[in-house]
């Protein structure tokens, strides 16, 4: 994918990329560290190890689709607070 505000691939980072993944070409930096990170419920695939999150295996900020999961996932959130 081409680097917009949706997405961006920032091969000069010495971690690059910082998860292992099949394609390397779709794999967007857009969302360094995920701002879903301290969500109980984020969606993602993340394990507990020892009472700390841990998102090796989870590629949802990375994917070409990450950057519109995200901005649901938190407006969802937002409707839902003001709801209450």
Sequence with gaps: ???SYRFYRN???KYFPCHKVKNEEDFNCMFCYCPLYFLEDCGGNYINN???KDCTNCLIPHSPNGYDYINNK???INSERMRK
Excluded: K, V
């Design 50 to 52: 020892q009472g700390i």
């Design 74 to 76: 938190i407006m969802a």
């Design 1 to 3: 994918m081409e680097n």
């Design 11 to 13: 091969t000069a980072c």
